[in-house]
């Protein structure tokens, strides 16, 4: 019975994902599904590219946290369209939570979609979105053996961020085995490091998902 129910939640689980990348593919929007532990910097990183893409691309957001909307109304304050799921008792996103939030993008007006899903390097790695590509941010205070500690969520990350190299002569980090030890569990990762504060690598990284939203989009 319990297999049975596992099974049937699993069932709906990618059901709903299959239609929220069949929506998002009618709509032409691109989804980024960005994953991290806690204060890695995720919301910064949406703010950043809202502030670099403005003019370019129409970004919206979902921001996923257990409880509070302090991130969508800060995401708000850049002037783009932001909406808060509270999952309450769940520590990830579920797809029919991102389903139902989609109703409130108008997604017509939307070419990039970042979903912020909840701080978390654990389950949200288990559970896909319907998103185009996944991102796993890694602050450079987490200590850099993250990967070899949590590999499924760089298994399953299309891109790693490794954030905040500002603060690196004051840690204990090294980003070359952040590197190797990502690389390891997949080997077509791509890499960025960068700084929110001093805008170290931001360009780069930023330019990739334009691409990588164009290449959908055309
Ligand atoms: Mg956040
Ligand atoms: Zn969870």
Redesign the pocket.
């Known amino acids: 019975m319990k297999v049975d129910i596992e099974r049937e939640i699993q069932q709906s689980a990618e059901d709903s994902a299959r239609r929220i990348r069949e929506l998002l593919a009618a709509r032409k929007v691109f989804a980024v599904n960005l994953i991290s532990s806690p204060g890695s910097g995720?919301?910064t990183l949406i703010e950043a590219a809202i502030d670099a893409m403005r003019g370019k691309k129409r970004i919206a957001v979902i921001e996923g946290d257990i409880e509070t909307d302090i991130?969508a109304a800060r995401i708000r304050k850049h002037g783009v369209q932001a909406h808060q799921i509270n999952t309450r008792s769940s520590c990830h996103i579920q797809p029919f939570l991102l389903l139902a939030a989609l109703d409130h993008i108008d997604l017509d007006k939307t070419d990039l979609l970042f979903v912020?899903n909840v701080?978390n390097l654990v389950c949200p790695a288990e559970v896909p979105l319907g998103e185009d590509v996944r991102i796993v941010a890694l602050s450079v205070t987490e200590g850099d053996e993250k990967p070899l500690k949590y590999p499924l969520v760089f298994k399953t990350s299309d891109l790693l961020v490794i954030t905040k190299t500002d603060l690196l002569p004051h840690v204990k980090f090294d980003p070359d085995r952040v590197k190797i030890a990502a690389r390891a569990v997949n080997p077509g990762i791509e890499i960025f490091e960068i700084s929110a504060v001093t805008g170290y690598g931001l360009p780069a990284f930023l330019r990739r998902i334009e691409t990588l939203c164009d290449r959908k989009n055309g």
């Open positions: 995720k919301t991130d912020e701080g």
